[in-house]
């Protein structure tokens, strides 16, 4: 049972543009949400995170938009740059085990020049 | 944040054979982890190192296929034993800087090829 769903194993923007990634979950309990970012032989990198309390968290050039009624959020990566161009991951977790994620399939976005 | 380091970044192993992969970060931090990450497949946790206790196991990975150490804050240790080729994966460990914080900072990861 896939809890966390990344719906679009690619995305390909031009540079300058924006670059939306969509993530669907299904567990109600989830709380608390982050994206990361994964570049070719390293760990993934922390970008933004969302708590369910908000629905948009803002940092510099990424924005996270969290629609509880849908089950839905998104990263927003405005505008787009080449060296943007990675495999992103949503991932959730909930209060009662904070320590533990749970990842979407991820999606890789290449941004092209 | 926390630096992390793994060793082996990447090894070869053949199956019935066992491999100790090593996490070692630059701070002291309150919660360790291991993940794993399949061809083409997402993380999945395997594991809670915690300090001083037995590790917590996610449902579907057991202690004496995956044995964990974590002597200190700032140190643990994943095995993989008794290896298949189904093991092929690449391995994790992640920090969690503050306790209850959610977000995780994770190592460079080690890839393991099981021939």
């Known amino acids: 049972d896939q809890q966390v769903k990344q719906n679009s194993p690619s995305l390909s923007v031009q540079e300058g543009r924006i670059s939306i990634l969509n993530c669907d979950y299904t567990n109600s309990m989830f709380d608390y949400f982050l994206w990361y970012k994964k570049y070719p032989a390293e760990g993934p990198t922390f970008l933004i995170s969302?708590?369910?309390?908000?629905d948009k968290n803002e940092d510099g050039r990424f924005t996270v938009f969290l629609n509880k009624s849908a089950k839905h959020l998104s990263l927003h990566i405005v505008p787009s740059q080449p060296g943007d161009s990675a495999v992103y991951f949503c991932a959730a977790s909930t209060s009662s085990n904070t320590g533990k994620l749970i990842f979407g399939q991820g999606t890789t976005l290449q941004v092209k020049p | 944040s926390a630096v992390i380091s793994q060793k082996p970044s990447r090894d070869i192993c053949q199956r019935g054979t066992s491999l100790t992969i090593q996490c070692q970060v630059d701070s002291q931090v309150t919660m360790m982890f291991w993940y794993r990450q399949q061809p083409g497949q997402s993380l999945t946790l395997i594991a809670t190192a915690n300090q001083g206790s037995e590790a917590t196991y996610e449902s579907g990975f057991v202690i004496d296929k995956f044995p964990i150490s974590r002597p200190n804050l700032t140190f643990s240790t994943l095995t993989v034993s008794n290896m298949s080729p189904e093991d092929s994966s690449i391995y994790l460990c992640?920090?969690?800087?503050?306790?209850?914080?959610?977000?995780?900072?994770f190592g460079p990861g080690t890839r393991l090829t099981v021939t």
């Open positions: 992640s920090v969690e800087e503050r306790q209850s914080s959610y977000e995780q900072y």
């Open positions: 969302i708590s369910s309390i908000k």
